[in-house]
């Protein structure tokens, strides 16, 4: 039987900060007040020419380098993007395949928001257990600066840019298996976050441009208490089905959307400030790839080691959850 292996973990950080004082400057808040509601100090731009697939090719270039393996290796592109960079076709994914010089691939993208990254890796693990794959490229790519609008004082502070990117290949080795993902989703509270315009509901006219409907909405504070409680849950069923503890946990690594979400999960799942991985306060919320950001800045920090147990735990807007357990399995 073949099983999936996290082999390794890559990221493209853009350059240009963007600080809360700066936003001090076109909106009425201030670093305090903004700190005090997410943890946010600081978050990152991408340039004018630079889009999603720009991205997810810089941060793909370093993890398949870090595996170790060949691009002609590559047998699968998966990208997770709620801002591709066309909004129907062609997917991000084939963009990535093109710039990163693949030979003809099968690549598509995944949208499922700030799950998405977790989502790319339960489709990873499954095509390569059931044998049809053998090096699958996933990868978190989002420019949310191209859909925030900056008169929202609620929103437009929260999210960044940035990339992630991973290689999850085939091994004989059950010891290097990815142990179980696990996803889900409820359409039920769609309205907690979206893009209400420029889709099939509500076609691009004047009236979203004006009304700015191609931007994200937000209802936070019911999001909020949606999320703790969905968060904890879910690693709770992760942990009792594999009959594990927090203990066993060497690195907990949270979706990044606010630092009193994921001090809250923490603190309900007895899991230490040194077992979790925050990076919500240097990048804000990157979305499908704040989780692969935050693996790979603890990884390149020196903290994240082969052997190691990981540990993801995501939620966002449909909304989508989901949870990954593995080891951290680089190529010897």
Not at 38 to 67: C, F, H, V, Y
Request: glycine share 8%; hydrophobic share 40%.
């Amino acid at each position: 039987m073949a099983y999936a292996a996290f082999r390794s973990i890559g990221a493209y950080i853009p350059p240009k900060i963007m600080t809360n004082a700066d936003f001090e400057k076109i909106i009425d808040t201030t670093d305090e007040w903004i700190t005090k509601r997410t943890g946010i100090k600081e978050r990152r731009i991408s340039e004018e020419n630079e889009a999603s697939s720009d991205l997810g090719a810089k941060a793909a270039e370093q993890a398949i380098e870090r595996a170790g393996i060949a691009k002609e290796d590559i047998d699968l592109v998966i990208c997770a993007t709620v801002t591709p960079d066309y909004l129907c076709m062609p997917s991000t994914a084939c963009l990535i395949a093109s710039k990163l010089g693949l030979p003809p691939v099968m690549a598509y993208d995944i949208s499922a928001a700030c799950t998405g990254f977790v989502y790319a890796t339960s489709v990873a693990k499954a095509f390569i257990e059931s044998g049809m794959k053998k090096n699958v490229l996933i990868i978190g790519a989002e420019t949310y600066t191209s859909i925030l609008d900056y008169t929202d004082r609620g929103t437009c502070f929260i999210f960044g840019d940035g990339a992630g990117a991973a290689i999850i290949s085939a091994t004989d080795n059950k010891e290097e298996a990815i142990v179980d993902v696990n996803c889900s989703s409820d359409g039920n509270y769609d309205d907690l976050i979206k893009t209400p315009g420029g889709g099939s509901k509500h076609p691009c006219s004047q009236e979203v441009l004006d009304q700015k409907m191609a931007c994200i909405k937000m209802k936070g504070n019911e999001t909020f208490k949606l999320a703790v409680k969905t968060l904890t849950a879910d690693v709770e069923v992760m942990m009792k089905k594999h009959n594990i503890t927090n203990e066993d946990i060497n690195h907990f690594i949270p979706h990044q959307a606010n630092y009193r979400i994921i001090s809250a999960v923490g603190k309900a799942l007895k899991l230490t400030d040194e077992q979790t991985v925050v990076t919500v306060d240097k990048y804000g919320n990157t979305s499908a790839a704040s989780i692969p950001m935050a693996m790979n800045y603890a990884y390149e920090q020196g903290r994240i080691k082969a052997g190691d147990t990981v540990l993801f735990d995501a939620f966002g807007a449909g909304l989508t959850w989901g949870s990954a357990l593995f080891p951290f399995s680089p190529n010897k």
